[in-house]
């Protein structure tokens, strides 16, 4: 450079000088002037290089130190030094390999104090800066670790309540597997106490009432016990058709996050059957306590369910065990004449005639004999004038006593009787035979209400309202006569009825269930039905048939093909008038 060329700010492009434009380089060592440094780039103590970029912190810009190799002088010669604070010229080297140092004079006596003062401060700075830097840095992390910590101990209360629900829950399966493991030992043990009581029962004697009646107590016993085992055949049923479905799982409700997201719309589809030799631990549990929690809510809260337990229950007949026949009392008679019967059986061998006790023998082989046994002198058959000469002697009267019968009270069923008229037609009767001995007390209601009870009620004067082709007629209801009312013989309106195990079949007489339990039995009234046609539905365990028609039975098939008009969804009437004009007992 020339002796009258001047240096340029980097920034004004404007020429140094000593006054408002004085060289200060930056610790980035560029250099700019003192004007720019104060207008563009100092701010809050910190200097921003506008060539790199790079920060020079510095509590202003007087502080930092001149460029010396730009500084002009008056002398052309003085470039490359300075003046020191004592007036001497300070030279140095433009060249780094120059041979020479610098004078040692000048450091020792102060003579270049500020130049190093102005690089001490700049370093000061910039360590500031570092400084400033580095506490941000730790700030921020601080600060990072703080919400970690946070997060971390809501993780850890979150993990820690699922390790206690987890063991809890996994106590809750090892009571189930224990409770599980119990009832399939019962189950061995009720097998092989059937198996007993079925040997038993194939070798009893047939007269011992009072074991018959050990084993049938021992096997209702069982019965009863078995009830939660069909409680939990049902659920199971319920557990394996949720196992074999399909759940979707979406957001009801999002968080901000999800929804900023745009996630909140997402699904998962989860079928409930998984397997650990498929799936993951995770996903087996998921799946297992899901199936769990539908099955639950399912068996507690969904009617239907319990519609279709009750609906089984009553099927299958756990409800009302078919009680025995009591035959005690025949059972006794026999005992007590036993001493005086004596069976006699004709044998090929005499020596192999033995007494039969299991009165399975025909009424002709019993005869009286007397309590104590005597032998029988061997006679000589006497001569036609022997037998003339002697007195005759009156023979003993051998009494006969009939075996009793395997129907109970047989010839003591009752007979009821309708008069039933179509129209003007000529009257006709219906006789029906009923079974006390097996449905008690609904014989008992329709025998009063044929007979016609004090204050009016009763089957006379009422009225068939509904028919079905071949098929049933329906009447009873002496209220109404549509089949909205009807009245029991007794003082409550419906009565609940025991259940019959005679079968529906063709000409059956049965009460109409009007009220059903929660345990499937039904309560009744009045309102009876007739079976006039083949039946083809499934047949149940118990019923609500009680009798049988007996006479008339042609008469009511003609009645059944009246058509009927229905006057609303519970009321119906046939189109011809069929009444009821007397009933009473034979």
């Not at 920060?55 to 010669?77: G, H, K, M």
């Not at 130049?115 to 400033?132: E, F, L, R, S, Y």
């Not at 099927?315 to 005086?340: M, T």
Request: hydrophobic content about 30%; overall charge neutral; glycine content about 6%.
């Amino acid at each position: 450079m020339s002796a009258g060329e001047v240096d340029t700010c980097n920034s004004c492009l404007v020429g140094y000088n000593n006054k408002d434009r004085i060289p200060k380089i930056l610790s980035c060592y560029h250099t700019y002037c003192r004007s720019c440094l104060e207008q563009f780039m100092f701010q809050d103590s910190v200097i921003t290089c506008l060539s790199c970029g790079k920060t020079t912190p510095a509590e202003s810009v007087s502080s930092l130190p001149e460029n010396p190799y730009l500084r002009p002088e008056n002398d052309s010669n003085t470039r490359g030094r300075t003046i020191s604070g004592t007036g001497e010229e300070v030279y140095y080297s433009d060249s780094d390999d120059d041979g020479e140092n610098p004078p040692s004079t000048g450091i020792q006596n102060g003579s270049n104090g500020a130049h190093v003062q102005g690089v001490k401060d700049m370093v000061i700075n910039t360590q500031k800066a570092n400084i400033h830097k580095i506490n941000s840095m730790l700030e921020s992390n601080m600060n990072k670790v703080l919400s970690a910590k946070v997060i971390r101990g809501q993780k850890d209360k979150t993990l820690r309540e699922a390790i206690k629900a987890a063991e809890q829950f996994k106590h809750k399966l090892e009571e189930e597997y224990k409770n599980n493991q119990s009832h399939s030992n019962s189950l061995v043990g009720f097998e092989a106490k059937l198996n007993g009581l079925r040997s038993k029962i194939n070798k009893i004697d047939a007269l011992d009432y009072k074991n018959i009646k050990l084993i049938y107590e021992e096997a209702m016993h069982i019965k009863k016990s078995l009830k939660q085992e069909f409680d939990s055949a049902r659920h199971h049923d319920l557990e394996q058709s949720i196992r074999h479905s399909t759940v979707k799982i979406n957001f009801e409700k999002s968080d901000e996050l999800l929804s900023s997201l745009k996630a909140d719309n997402d699904t998962i589809f989860m079928k409930l059957a998984s397997s650990l030799d498929s799936d993951t631990g995770m996903i087996f549990l998921t799946t297992f306590m899901l199936g769990n929690i539908f099955s639950e809510k399912i068996a507690t809260h969904n009617p239907n369910y319990k519609e279709m337990v009750n609906r089984a229950f009553m099927e299958d007949g756990l409800d009302a065990p078919q009680p025995l026949d009591d035959v005690s009392e025949y059972i006794e008679y026999i005992n007590q004449h036993f001493n005086s019967i004596q069976i006699n059986q004709t044998e090929k061998s005499p020596t192999n005639q033995n007494r039969n006790v299991s009165g399975a023998s025909s009424p002709e082989e019993w005869k009286v004999v007397g309590t104590k046994e005597s032998k029988k002198e061997v006679k000589k058959p006497l001569s036609f004038s022997d037998m003339a000469k002697k007195p005759g002697v009156p023979q003993p009267v051998v009494k006969r006593i009939p075996f009793p019968e395997k129907t109970i009270a047989q010839t003591n069923r009752p007979h009821c009787y309708f008069k039933v008229q179509v129209d003007n037609e000529t009257p006709f009767r219906v006789v029906f035979e009923l079974r006390p001995d097996m449905a008690p007390k609904m014989a008992d209601n329709f025998i009063k209400l044929c007979k016609g009870l004090p204050d009016g009620r009763g089957y006379k004067g009422s009225k068939i309202f509904r028919a079905k082709a071949n098929d049933h007629i329906l009447g009873g209801d002496f209220e109404n006569d549509d089949g909205t009312g009807g009245h029991s013989a007794y003082e409550e309106k419906y009565f609940l009825a025991e259940q019959c195990p005679l079968k529906d079949h063709k000409g059956a007489i049965r009460m109409k269930g009007l009220e059903r339990t929660m345990d499937g039995r039904c309560r009744i009234g009045s309102q009876f039905m007739i079976w006039v046609g083949d039946l083809e539905y499934k047949e149940y365990r118990f019923t609500l048939v009680f009798g049988k028609v007996v006479e008339g039975f042609d008469q009511l098939q003609e009645v059944s093909r009246i058509k009927a008009v229905q006057k609303s969804p519970t009321s119906w009437v046939l189109r011809q008038t069929v009444n009821v004009i007397d009933s009473g007992v034979l």
